[in-house]
């Protein structure tokens, strides 16, 4: 976590459930409420990079293949077009006559 030598105060407003669930927490984990929401917010902020990062690799992965495939220029109704006619393959593949 960041050092504790270089903070900033923040005010915030939080729906009352809310709250009542941090405080119990931090009565649970024997924790300050400040404490806690310290660590959320940078647990939080952590996952939200993770998975940002995730997304963004995917999306790279993808964008790849369909330049394999020369995909990468099909219209958004191309696309929707060859996924309807896999649908019905499967479809009658599954369930014949």
């Known amino acids: 976590m960041s050092s504790m030598s270089q903070t900033v105060q923040v005010t915030l407003r939080l729906p009352k ?32 990079t993770t998975i940002r990062e995730l997304l963004e690799h995917v999306s790279e992965d993808y964008r790849a293949r369909l330049a394999r495939e020369g995909k990468l220029e099909q219209s958004a109704d191309d696309v929707l077009q060859e996924l ?9 593949e599954l369930y014949p006559g």
Do not use: N, S
Request: proline share 0%.
């Open 17 to 48: 459930d809310i709250y009542e669930r941090i405080t119990q927490a931090a009565l649970i984990e024997q924790q300050q409420v400040e404490d806690l929401l310290r660590t959320l917010v940078a647990e939080g902020l952590e996952a939200h």
């Open 84 to 92: 309807r006619d896999l649908r019905e393959q499967i479809t009658r």
